[in-house]
């Protein structure tokens, strides 16, 4: 099968200016002090020249405003973002707001989308993803507790939610909530919104992390109290019972961009880890000399090209395939691309010495924040699980005791394969 990542000269344009805005324009919001509401007007005329470039928002539909890219196209942009964390809320990608917007857009009533929706693409709302629970495995979703009843005309939600991304500054969310505990263990959830200041929603605390600054603004992740919180019936999205599957709708092509901006990241410590390598002498010449630093930079990109590949790649089935033929391309791209940003990460900082662990360089806000990709989007450990099964399946035990490369076993059965032409040779000689 012929396997085709390549892009027109057209996008490829789009692609290199968003390279250079990104560098010039986004990264200097990275150290800009300033409260809200001066980084508001800070970002304001960065995301009006998004949309003028006709780059926002990407991962929509043409008739919600996107531009209706593959998944390959949104994994190069989403690339480049990567690099740095506020060049998705300039691009109007940023989570939880990207993969939200996406289940309304696909699951969506039209009175859901105009209430929620269209005013979250505009700016005007902000959105919060509420399905982690303190209590119960985030690894294995089926055990979640939180509950919603419906009573008459109105759902009443019960529940305690935590790492809730973005829910203390939430406008409305979007809650995995148990609807038929009696059903199976993947058609008992559903999702439904409930409005920011529903009675009974209690917006505890963002729970601190070793995420750390960037998580200013409100930013971060909540822990949120479900004390009857009553929401029309028609808060539903998409049909009873059907969370689970939404769920997977919205995290699949969202590990795609996930693993494409950690390669974002990952190539901006990579650069900086070339770069020291050059400018910093010991022992008599550059760094760059040194053995070892070499193998760090040879691994590096040999690392990043492959998780690159494999990305554009799973990237490339959900295109042709479908999202349900890329499984096992996902979970792969999941654990070996959490791997190589962490690893490249910390090379970088190990080039840099003290400089590099202090908070004169980004690469310790860098390390803290690659730790979280381990985790999130379901563990390293899930995934490698769910890969296994799947190769596994397509493998079944030889008959007899013995492995099907036995070498006795497999002379005995040539003999007997080549037993007349051998037997020819012997009476021709």
Same mark, same amino acid.
């Given at each position: 099968?012929?396997?085709?990542?390549?892009?027109?000269?057209?996008?490829?344009?789009?692609?290199?200016?968003?390279?250079?805005?990104?560098?010039?324009?986004?990264?200097?919001?990275?150290?800009?002090?300033?409260?809200?509401?001066?980084?508001?007007?800070a970002i304001r005329p960065l995301q009006q020249e998004v949309k003028r470039q006709k780059l926002w928002?990407?991962?929509?539909?043409?008739?919600?405003?996107?531009?209706?890219?593959?998944?390959?196209?949104?994994?190069?942009?989403?690339?480049?973002?990567?690099?740095?964390?506020?060049?998705?809320?300039?691009?109007?990608?940023?989570?939880?707001?990207?993969?939200?917007?996406?289940?309304l857009a696909h699951f969506g009533t039209e009175a859901q989308k105009k209430k929620w929706l269209y005013?979250?693409?505009?700016?005007?709302?902000?959105?919060?993803?509420?399905?982690?629970?303190?209590?119960?495995?985030?690894?294995?979703?089926?055990?979640?507790?939180?509950?919603?009843?419906?009573?008459?005309?109105?759902?009443?939600?019960?529940?305690?939610?935590?790492?809730?991304?973005?829910?203390?500054?939430?406008?409305?969310?979007?809650?995995?909530?148990?609807?038929?505990?009696?059903?199976?263990?993947?058609?008992?959830?559903?999702?439904?919104?409930?409005?920011?200041?529903?009675?009974?929603?209690?917006?505890?605390?963002?729970?601190?992390?070793?995420?750390?600054?960037?998580?200013?603004?409100?930013?971060?992740?909540?822990?949120?109290?479900?004390?009857?919180?009553?929401?029309?019936?028609?808060?539903?999205?998409?049909?009873?019972?059907?969370?689970?599957?939404?769920? /997977? $709708?919205?995290? !699949?092509?969202?590990?795609?961009? +996930?693993?494409?901006?950690?390669?974002?990241? *990952?190539? =901006?410590? &990579?650069?900086?880890?070339?770069?020291?390598?050059?400018?910093?002498?010991?022992?008599?010449?550059?760094?760059?000399?040194?053995?070892?630093?070499?193998?760090?930079?040879?691994?590096?990109?040999?690392?990043?090209?492959?998780?690159?590949?494999?990305?554009?790649?799973?990237?490339?089935?959900?295109?042709?395939?479908?999202?349900?033929?890329?499984?096992?391309?996902?979970?792969?791209?999941?654990?070996?691309?959490?791997?190589?940003?962490?690893?490249?990460?910390?090379?970088?900082?190990?080039?840099?010495?003290?400089?590099?662990?202090?908070?004169?360089?980004?690469?310790?806000?860098?390390?803290?924040?690659?730790?979280?990709?381990?985790?999130?989007?379901?563990p390293d450990e899930v995934h490698r699980v769910s890969v296994a099964r799947q190769i596994l399946a397509?493998? /079944? $035990?030889?008959? !007899?005791?013995?492995?099907?490369? +036995?070498?006795?076993?497999?002379?005995?059965? *040539?003999? =007997?394969? &080549?037993?007349?032409?051998?037997?020819?040779?012997?009476?021709?000689?």
């Amino acid at each position: 099968m012929t396997w085709d990542f390549s892009t027109e000269p057209e996008f490829e344009a789009k692609l290199d200016w968003m390279r250079k805005f990104v560098r010039e324009e986004v990264y200097p919001l990275e150290v800009l002090e300033t409260d809200e509401a001066g980084f508001g007007h800070a970002i304001r005329p960065l995301q009006q020249e998004v949309k003028r470039q006709k780059l926002w928002a990407t991962h929509l539909p043409p008739e919600l405003g996107g531009q209706g890219y593959g998944q390959v196209k949104l994994g190069l942009m989403h690339e480049i973002e990567g690099a740095s964390v506020w060049a998705p809320i300039v691009f109007g990608n940023q989570a939880p707001d990207s993969g939200n917007s996406e289940v309304l857009a696909h699951f969506g009533t039209e009175a859901q989308k105009k209430k929620w929706l269209y005013p979250l693409l505009e700016g005007k709302l902000r959105s919060a993803f509420s399905m982690t629970e303190p209590d119960n495995a985030g690894s294995d979703p089926t055990l979640l507790s939180t509950t919603a009843v419906l009573k008459g005309d109105e759902w009443v939600i019960n529940g305690h939610k935590w790492f809730t991304s973005n829910g203390m500054i939430a406008d409305f969310l979007i809650a995995m909530v148990v609807t038929d505990p009696d059903a199976g263990p993947y058609e008992r959830a559903s999702m439904i919104i409930v409005p920011g200041d529903a009675p009974g929603l209690k917006k505890v605390r963002n729970i601190p992390t070793m995420a750390g600054e960037h998580e200013r603004f409100g930013y971060g992740h909540a822990e949120v109290l479900y004390e009857n919180v009553h929401v029309p019936k028609d808060n539903l999205i998409g049909k009873r019972g059907q969370g689970f599957l939404i769920a /997977q $709708a919205r995290l !699949g092509p969202g590990r795609i961009h +996930h693993c494409m901006r950690w390669l974002g990241q *990952a190539r =901006r410590a &990579f650069d900086m880890l070339c770069e020291r390598s050059l400018q910093r002498e010991a022992f008599g010449k550059k760094l760059a000399g040194h053995e070892t630093v070499q193998n760090w930079i040879a691994d590096s990109a040999a690392e990043m090209a492959a998780a690159r590949l494999m990305t554009l790649h799973a990237a490339w089935v959900i295109d042709t395939q479908g999202a349900a033929a890329a499984r096992k391309e996902i979970s792969l791209i999941k654990f070996f691309g959490a791997k190589v940003l962490h690893d490249v990460i910390d090379r970088a900082i190990q080039i840099h010495g003290s400089l590099g662990y202090s908070s004169d360089l980004p690469l310790e806000e860098m390390y803290r924040h690659a730790r979280a990709a381990r985790m999130y989007d379901g563990p390293d450990e899930v995934h490698r699980v769910s890969v296994a099964r799947q190769i596994l399946a397509g493998y /079944q $035990a030889p008959e !007899g005791i013995w492995p099907r490369e +036995h070498v006795p076993t497999r002379r005995a059965a *040539a003999q =007997r394969k &080549f037993a007349a032409l051998l037997e020819a040779a012997v009476t021709d000689a």
